[in-house]
T-cell receptor, first 116, second 112 residues
Framework: AQSVSQHNHHVILSEAASLELGCNYS??????LFWYVQYPGQHLQLLLKYFSGDPLVKGIKGFEAEFIKSKFSFNLRKPSVQWSDTAEYFC??????????????FGAGTRLAVHP | DAMVIQNPRYQVTQFGKPVTLSCSQT?????MYWYQQKSSQAPKLLFH???????NEADTPDNFQSRRPNTSFCFLDIRSPGLGDAAMYLC???????????FGSGTRLTVV
């Protein structure tokens, strides 16, 4: 079955520290991968996405992610976090089903707290 | 700007009183989704429409229904809301020919 696993449920960092959030997926078809961010009390916002091509994708706010097909991973990184990066981060995979249906399947999320 | 609009942003309803949440889109996308996101949890797909074709997730309670009268609008009806239905409800759209999803701002439902 299709699934997304995020290894860290809670991460606490100091400002300027580097960030890496793990994401592994289980899906046998063509992979479309996403990272979404949800700031406290707000809606989901797309950080970045991978459809094809260069496996290192750059998103908004200095985030990037690397698709490693052999490891079924799509880890999110940022070299230097800021207090304003405090949020919940969701990894998601687009899964295709017979009949042409598509669904976005989310991981459980990682809650990041950045301390000044 | 083309977008996905959810109304209202906040909805308070009484226990057991039917409530309807709405979603509209100006993207002309043929697929529309409803997700439920409870506090500190991942969004969970309830159902989606592929054009007029309705697809219910196997574990979506019967209490939840949906209507899509035209391409632009989709409604989520909760027939008898319980306290456990308090959540953020997210609408999303997708074009058949594209790979991205567009999310609305969500409706936060409180059941009292």
């Amino acid at each position: 079955a299709q699934s997304v696993s995020q290894h860290n449920h809670h991460v606490i960092l100091s400002e300027a520290a580097s960030l890496e959030l793990g994401c592994n997926y289980s899906y046998g078809g063509t992979v479309n991968l996403f990272w979404y961010v949800q700031y406290p009390g707000q809606h989901l916002q797309l950080l970045l996405k991978y459809f094809s091509g260069d496996p290192l994708v750059k998103g908004i706010k200095g985030f990037e992610a690397e698709f490693i097909k052999s490891k079924f991973s799509f880890n999110l990184r940022k070299p230097s976090v800021q207090w304003s990066d405090t949020a919940e981060y969701f990894c998601a995979v687009n899964a295709r089903f017979s009949g042409g249906y598509n669904k976005l399947i989310f991981g459980a999320g990682t809650r990041l707290a950045v301390h000044p | 700007d083309a977008m996905v609009i959810q109304n209202p942003r906040y909805q308070v309803t009484q226990f057991g009183k039917p409530v309807t949440l709405s979603c509209s889109q100006t993207l002309n996308h043929n697929v529309m989704y409803w997700y439920q996101q409870k506090s500190s949890q991942a969004p969970k797909l309830l159902f989606h429409y592929y054009d007029k074709d309705f697809n219910n997730e196997a574990d979506t309670p019967d209490n939840f229904q949906s209507r899509r009268p035209n391409t632009s609008f989709c409604f989520l009806d909760i027939r008898s809301p319980g306290l456990g239905d308090a959540a953020m409800y997210l609408c999303a759209t997708r074009s058949r020919t594209a790979n991205g999803y567009t999310f609305g701002s969500g409706t936060r439902l409180t059941v009292v």
